[in-house]
């Protein structure tokens, strides 16, 4: 069976740090890319970056609106993706899923909240 | 880019049939046959219903269908049932290395 389990839910202050992961199991890791998706409250879906694990040319693509603001990477020995940013704001709060390659699989979503 | 347009909202009485829209333009959905649906009800995470414009994963009942006409795509809720109501987004691959989302369509039977 094919999972993608996210890390838990955090509660954060303006400034802190942060890394998330998502890790996948049931298939072959490095065959399929994995990308991730921020949902703010009450709001829609928003494409932000892929991490791909089979590939040695390239590691990892994001989406303009994210780019510079986020960094995505992953540790292919533990077939895990991480999603991290190194000073939070309070516009981060939001609901990150994973998502496997072809957009069937996703993880159940780890909720971030920034407030002082 | 801009996300792709969708109604905010849709509703139509259970039997009825709903479509929805989902506009991009010539860069995305008009060009590429990798346009996706996924429902979302409440807390819960998306799920894919229809993928590569018109295929249904297993598991998804027929009812659900897409379709595409330049660059507009579409999905058709045929029999709408009390458990489709929730959001539902398209999505479409863009360029390399990158996917759009549309805006998003509550479904609600009346």
């Known amino acids: 069976e094919v999972r993608l389990v996210q890390s838990g839910v955090q509660v954060k202050e303006p400034g802190e740090s942060l890394k998330i992961s998502c890790q996948g199991s049931g298939y072959s890791f490095h065959s399929y890319w994995i990308g991730w998706v921020r949902q703010m409250p009450g709001k829609g879906l928003e494409w932000m970056g892929i991490f791909y694990a089979g590939r040695s040319d390239i590691e990892t693509a994001y989406s303009p609106s994210f780019h510079g603001q986020v960094t995505i990477s992953g540790d292919k020995s533990i077939n895990t993706v991480f999603l991290q940013w190194s000073s939070l704001k309070a516009s981060d709060t939001a609901i990150y899923y994973c998502?496997?390659?072809?957009?069937?699989?996703w993880g159940q979503g780890t909720m971030v909240t920034v407030s002082p | 880019q801009s996300a792709l347009t969708q109604p905010p909202s849709a509703s139509g009485s259970p039997g009825q049939s709903v479509t929805i829209s989902c506009t991009g333009t010539?860069?995305?959905?008009?060009?590429?046959?990798?346009v996706s649906w996924h429902q979302q009800h409440p807390g819960k995470a998306p799920r894919l219903i229809i993928s590569?414009?018109?295929k249904r994963p297993s598991g998804v009942p027929p009812r659900f269908s897409g379709s595409k006409s330049g660059n507009t795509a579409y999905l058709t809720i045929s029999g709408l049932q009390a458990e489709d109501e929730a959001d539902y987004y398209c999505?479409?691959?863009?360029?390399?290395?990158?996917?759009?989302f549309g805006t998003g369509t509550t479904v609600t039977p009346l």
């Open positions: 010539s860069r995305d959905v008009g060009r590429y046959n990798y």
């Open positions: 998502v496997r390659e072809g957009l069937v699989f």
């Open positions: 999505s479409c691959y863009a360029d390399t290395n990158y996917y759009i």
């Open positions: 590569d414009v018109d």
